[in-house]
Structure formats: structure tokens, C-alpha cells
């Protein structure tokens, strides 16, 4: 078993409870992971303590992306990727599908690589079809570790929105990936983020100081 990336996101904004970002994975997989992927890589570099999660957590399958580009003839429902994901990495896949810019629903056939669409695009129209393997972890991560890891994706995101508030629909691609429009509601998130940095630092010593003594890590 191997921990992917997918679990420790879907961990961090079941503390976030933010019913906007779990709208954007289940509108945009691709997207969203994409865009949490740069608040997990900083997440990494700050669960320093102990020392051997640092190299376990150095040991991972990094991201790939694909999509391929067509243009519709208002008669064709079903595409076909020139690229698959691998055999060994399709269960930890997501997919997002386009048309005229928007968001549609397709149907994927990983036997024929091909995606069905319910009804055809129109003549003209740019049909973009993509898949993202999201990544893992070479081992299965102790359910600690992920709980900590997922805490600091959190307060890697907070900072962010913090520092670059205005910036957040333009990363996230013209609104796919709205805060609540509530000042007083994203104000009072930020800082509870901000002021968990600390709390998490003290997570993370504390779980060293367990490991140590249980000789978690030998």
C-alpha cells in the first residue's frame, strides 16, 4: 500500500471546511489537485521534526499530466487519449474534461482509452480531454504523519490566501475556486490558520518526542 497525494488533500480540507473547495474537486479534479500540489510540496519541507519522516517523505512518485486537444464537428461524442496513465498508477488518476471552455461530463473507457461525451460539441468548438496522475508516496504513510502532513497543507493555503487574497481566482482559474465572499467569514479563517502555525509546530514536536520514546522509527 502507498499513501497518495489525493488522501492527504482530501484530509486538509475536511479540516478547511470549505464547501467551495470540495465543489472544485468534484468539478475540476485536475485543477484542484494541481493547484494543492504547491501547498504540498511546501507542506513537505516544513514537517521537518523527526528527521526519518523527512526522508520518507522525500520517496515519492511526483505528478504527471496529459491532456490532448480537439475541435468538435457537432457529430462526434467520443475521444481518444494518444497517452494512458500507466497500468500501476490508474487507481490514484483523476479526469476533467472540456468543451467551449466549460466543464462537461464524459465517460471514461480505460480499456479503450476513450472518452464519451452525452452529447456531441459543436462545429468549431475546442474539446480538451485530460487526465492527472496525482502522485503517491513509495510507502504507506502511519496515519500520523498523514494528519500532520494535512495540517500543514492547511496552514501552507492560509498563508497564501493571507499574503495573496487577491490573487486566489486568478491561480485557480476565473473563479473555479472561490473563497466566501464573507470578509469577516475568510478574515476569521485566515488568522485561525495563522494562529494554528504554532499549534501544528507543537503537533509535530510532540509526535517526535512519541516516536522517540516508542522507537517508532528505528
Known sequence: MRT????IYNMAIAELKDPQLKATLAQNPVMFCKVMYNFFVNAIS????????????????????????????GNTTTFTFSVLPEADKID?????????NEYVHGDYDQTTGT???????????????????????DIQL???????????????WSEYVNNNRLDIDRLLGDGDFKL???????????????????????????????????????
Open 115 to 137: 472518452v464519451t461525451f452525452q452529447q456531441p460539441p459543436d462545429y468549431g468548438v475546442q474539446v480538451v480531454i485530460g487526465w492527472y496522475y496525482v502522485g503517491q508516496f
Open 46 to 73: 516544513l514537517f521537518t521534526n523527526p528527521l526519518a519522516v523527512a526522508d520518507r517523505l522525500s520517496k515519492r512518485d511526483e505528478p504527471i499530466y496529459h491532456s490532448d486537444t480537439f475541435t468538435g464537428d
Open 180 to 218: 466566501p465572499s464573507n470578509a469577516t467569514t475568510t478574515n476569521a479563517k485566515v488568522n485561525w490558520f495563522v494562529v494554528n502555525r504554532e499549534t501544528v509546530t507543537k503537533h509535530m514536536s510532540k509526535y517526535a518526542w512519541d516516536a522517540a520514546i516508542k522507537k517508532v522509527y528505528k
Open 92 to 100: 490514484n488518476v483523476v479526469y476533467c474534461y472540456e468543451a467551449g
Open 4 to 7: 497518495s497525494f489525493l488522501e
Open 142 to 156: 502511519l496515519e500520523k504523519e498523514k494528519y500532520i502532513l494535512s495540517e500543514w497543507v492547511m496552514v501552507c
